[in-house]
């Protein structure tokens, strides 16, 4: 046999990811046009995607103006949930990931969104103790096929070190889709919606939770859960999504 030399293998490497690319060329994550590296987004999407960075409020999430400034709206805001963050605000290009995710079947998405979620959860995620998703309701979830919620959630909990509870929470029966309901209506929708597993109760007692969805709109749904998650006396409920409509016109979402 001949000797293989030290450096061969990486440049067999090399070559085979070169076929690759040549193959199957990188593309965009939101357009599907050409990029430059897999698993990114175009320039133009880029320019379009709304990150939420420092600094924002630290209960809601909701990007601030500047540095220590007063977010007067949510000072007597009260919520189920203790903390949200959200990777991007609900604007184009996180629109057409959601979208993708949701009904395109492109699962090969939530590992990115997860990863610029924990980009910004972090801080939640180092405290936190399981993962939970909110749930679909069985019959759309056997027409979709999968949980986006729950895709999402499985990432996140392989890139921290949470434990992924996909089961705990259930939704017992079936709501209206929320998009055109005004806020009193969407919280009648989703009220009583939401149940424990009676046999995960003693999961959450007294546990750090984060609480993980792919948008939210107005929080009706996310109040739902949380308070049906209350219940069984966890420490406490943070949660966490990829993308936020945040309406400064009309206050908390």
Aim: proline share 5%.
């Amino acid at each position: 046999m001949f000797p293989i030399k030290k450096n061969f293998i990486p440049k067999l490497k090399q070559a085979g990811s070169s076929f690759s690319r040549f193959i199957l060329p990188p593309r965009c994550l939101a357009c599907e046009s050409l990029t430059a590296n897999q698993g990114g987004l175009c320039t133009n999407c880029f320019k379009k995607m709304a990150f939420i960075t420092r600094p924002f409020n630290d209960k809601t999430g909701d990007p601030l103006p500047y540095e220590d400034a007063i977010d007067d709206v949510h000072l007597q805001d009260k919520t189920a949930y203790r903390k949200m963050r959200a990777a991007c605000l609900y604007e184009e290009t996180a629109r057409r990931l959601i979208t993708s995710l949701k009904y395109k079947d492109r699962l090969d998405l939530a590992q990115h969104m997860a990863r610029l979620m924990f980009l910004n959860g972090q801080d939640l995620l180092k405290q936190a103790d399981i993962i939970i998703p909110v749930p679909l309701y069985k019959k759309r979830l056997t027409k979709r096929r999968f949980n986006q919620a729950g895709e999402l959630a499985r990432h996140l909990a392989l890139q921290s070190n949470c434990h992924f509870h996909p089961d705990i929470l259930k939704r017992i029966r079936s709501t209206k889709q929320q998009t055109r309901l005004s806020m009193h209506e969407r919280l009648k929708n989703v009220e009583g919606a939401f149940h424990i597993n009676p046999e995960k109760r003693q999961a959450i007692k007294g546990r750090k939770i984060i609480l993980v969805d792919d948008v939210v709109t107005t929080g009706a749904t996310i109040e739902a859960c949380c308070r049906a998650l209350l219940r069984d006396n966890p420490c406490y409920i943070d949660v966490l999504c990829f993308a936020k409509v945040v309406d400064y016109a009309k206050g908390p979402t």
